[in-house]
Every structure is written in C-alpha cells, then in structure tokens.
C-alpha cells in the first residue's frame, strides 16, 4: 500500500529542492534517428511451420533504422537449405514501414521483401497448381499489425505468387500472437497462423509456436520453442517434402513437432 506524505513533509520537500538557474542548457533531445542491429544463432530455422534449413543450424542478423516519426527499415538475413529452398542458400529480407499509436493500439503497416539469389523451382513441379516454368521464389507482401499489451494480430498479403507457386498471387498469411512477461526478464510467446494458399485451398495450413523467452544484460535473448503443423491442412508442406527430399521415389515423412533454441543479442 502507498502513503500520501504529510503536507509539511511535502513543502520541506520542495523548499530544499535546488534551484534551477535560468540560463541551465536544456537537455538533449532524443536523436530523430536510432540504428540497432542483431545477430543470432540457433539449431534450425523455421518460417510458418517450414523447416528452411532442414534441422540444420542456421546463423541469422539484421539491421533497422527507425525514425521518431515512425517510419522505419531495415533488412535482415539467413542461410537457408537447397533441399527447402531450390538453388539458393541464403535468404534476405528486405523491409519498411510505419508505426504509430492510435490510442491504447499501435498499428504497423509496411511492406517485406523476401529474396533467395540464384533460387528458382524446379521445371515441372506443380504442387496441384500447374507446371510452375521454373518461377522465381522471391516473393512480395504487404502486411498490416495492430499491437495491444501483449496481444498482437498481423495480416500478411503476397501480391506475387506465393513462393514460386504458380498463380498464387493474393495469398494471405493471418496470425495472433501472445507475450506476455509472466516473470521479470522471462516472456512466454504463443503464436498461431493460417496459410491461405490461393487457388489452391488444398495447399493452405495452420501452424502453431509455443516457446519462452530469457533476456539478459547487454542485449542477450536466450529462447526456445516448439512448432507444429496442423496435420489435416499440411498438403503444402508434404509436398514441398515431396518435391525436394525423394529416396527411390518416396517422399520423406513430415515431422509434425519440432523445436527451436536460439541465442541472440541485440546491438
């Protein structure tokens, strides 16, 4: 419980507070601009439900730039797996936006870049939607985030084709997430996700994270997770399995759980 201070109490206060002079340098503003980085190693990396490195290690970092307008952009970069990803080893993000409050909500809105150099599908994989012509990867979306406490709703729409499968444009991604900081320094991130695929509705799939997060002194995150795939709308990742991990001709099993650890540090 708090207590008021007695008024004597409070005037003794204020009659021995130091005297500001007149002519005291204000302080300094906050710089418009504010540049972060970040570095992180973990033992896979998955992107909704997908396992980009095939349980191997990945190694990942970015930089953003923001304005105290709220605009912001940044880019950001992993490896990546031939046998996820067709050709290509690497993956970069590139991004930009605009953040704001509106009342107790902040909304964010921007657009994202995802580039696989050298990547392209194979001649003749469909994925039940047509021969794909050796399509580019890279993909296009735009994306919407409305932000409350430790409740956050994204909205992410492809406007190209959805990964290199053909006629997907419009494909949208919908996902809620929770943080919520049960402990000082120890947050508990849930997250869930729907893949609509467009044109190809037996492609589309949910997928689900539940992991925890330790942060550190200096910018040190420690975290780990658990990701699962809806078992009855995993066509898109069986697939994808399909497509690139065959021995003698049968696809390699999807595994339904798996996990995530990574160490990260934010500069």
């Not at 204000?26 to 095939?54: C, D, H, Q």
């Not at 194979?122 to 050796?134: E, H, K, L």
Request: proline share 4%.
């Amino acid at each position: 419980m708090k207590y008021a201070l007695p008024i004597c109490a409070v005037a003794a206060l204020l009659a021995a507070a130091p005297v500001v002079a007149a002519d005291e340098p204000a302080k300094a503003e906050a710089p418009a601009w504010t540049v972060t980085s970040n570095i992180g190693l973990t033992n896979a990396y998955f992107f909704r439900g997908l396992n980009y490195t095939r349980e191997r290690p990945a190694v990942q970092g970015g930089f953003d730039i923001t304005h105290s307008s709220g605009f912001y952009a940044g880019v950001w970069a992993s490896n990546v797996d031939t046998d996820s990803i067709p050709n290509s080893n690497a993956e970069i993000d590139v991004y930009g936006g605009y953040a704001r409050p509106i009342g107790p909500i902040t909304a964010d809105v921007g657009v994202l870049q995802f580039l696989f150099p050298g990547s392209k599908m194979p001649t003749g994989s469909d994925f039940g939607t047509g021969d794909s012509r050796g399509a580019s990867v890279n993909t296009t979306e735009l994306y919407l985030s409305l932000t409350w406490e430790m409740l956050n709703l994204k909205y992410s729409h492809a406007v190209t084709d959805y990964f290199g499968v053909q006629n997907t444009q419009n494909s949208g991604y919908f996902e809620g997430n929770v943080n919520y900081e049960f402990l000082p320094s120890w947050t508990l991130n849930l997250h869930s996700g729907y893949q609509n695929v467009k044109n190809a509705g037996d492609l589309s799939f949910i997928d689900y994270r539940f992991g925890v997060t330790k942060a550190f002194e200096g910018g040190w995150q420690v975290s780990a997770a658990g990701i699962a795939v809806d078992e009855k709308t995993k066509g898109f990742l069986t697939d994808y399995g399909c497509l690139r991990n065959t021995n003698g001709g049968v696809c390699e099993p999807y595994v339904d759980l798996h996990y995530q650890v990574m160490v990260k540090r934010v500069f």
